[in-house]
């Protein structure tokens, strides 16, 4: 993944690829790889191009939300505060191309324990 946001320009075809492959992938393994996931997709939320493109930030909330949505109630639990600390669209100049369709990353927990109601 850094490997591409080293590019002078970021291949957005190329990167959304990979993000939904990952996407996929996380369901299937163990909570530390999850972490370190999202570890990586933090970076990328506060990346200056995933701001800018739709596009990359539609893949990206994708792989929050499956990467999310797998984890039990302990490990959900254990990454709020991170969830709560990302910084809101239009405060302390985190400016995003579409703040109304930016997602709040905390709504896929309660999406995560209404779904394991069923």
Avoid at 10 to 29: A, G, H
Avoid at 33 to 53: I, M, Q
């Amino acid at each position: 993944m850094n490997e591409l946001l080293s590019e002078s320009k970021i291949n957005e075809n190329k990167t959304i690829q990979v993000i939904e492959l990952l996407s996929r992938f996380c369901i299937r393994v163990k909570f530390e790889f999850k972490e370190n996931l999202l570890n990586v997709s933090f970076d990328l939320f506060n990346n200056e191009t995933f701001k800018k493109s739709h596009r990359l930030s539609s893949s990206l909330c994708n792989l929050f939300g499956r990467i999310i949505i797998s984890m039990d109630n302990n490990q959900q639990k254990s990454i709020v505060l991170k969830l709560i600390n990302l910084p809101i669209p239009g405060v302390n100049n985190f400016i995003v191309i579409s703040p109304y369709n930016w997602v709040e990353l905390i709504l896929f927990i309660e999406k995560a324990l209404n779904f394991r109601k069923f």
